[in-house]
């Protein structure tokens, strides 16, 4: 069964830095493409950042600069390393992973970043 966990989340001041992790398992980690999507409320889930399984990234406009994907295939998990944390910045952060054996897609539960003005 394949789990994607995510943590690292919390309250923040704008200005500010966290960093989600987020820990799979069920998969071979190391072949599958990640990614960290975000909703705000009211708004459709976007992509946030994306990494492929031979290490190349790409990040939404809004985040570049500020936000860093990356990966530990021996730990099988995720980061996201967000710095300069802005107020709308603020939603439910998801991980996301596509198997690229069976073109399946997983979803973590969602962690809340909140970034106070």
């Known amino acids: 069964q394949v789990q994607l966990v995510e943590s690292g989340g919390g309250l923040v001041q704008a200005g500010g830095s966290l960093r989600l992790s987020c820990a799979t398992s069920?998969?071979?980690?190391?072949?599958?493409?990640m990614a960290w999507y975000r909703q705000a409320p009211g708004k459709q889930r976007e992509l946030v950042a994306a990494?492929?399984?031979?290490?190349?990234?790409n990040y939404a406009d809004p985040v570049k600069g500020r936000f860093t994907i990356s990966r530990d295939n021996a730990k099988n998990t995720v980061y996201l390393q967000m710095n300069s944390l802005k107020p709308e910045d603020t939603a439910v952060y998801y991980c996301?992973?596509?198997?690229?054996?069976?073109?399946?897609?997983?979803w973590g539960q969602g962690t809340q970043v909140t970034v106070s003005s």
């Open positions: 996301h992973m596509m198997n690229i054996l069976t073109m399946m897609n997983y």
């Open positions: 069920g998969s071979i980690f190391s072949i599958n493409s």
């Open positions: 990494v492929t399984s031979t290490g190349s990234t």
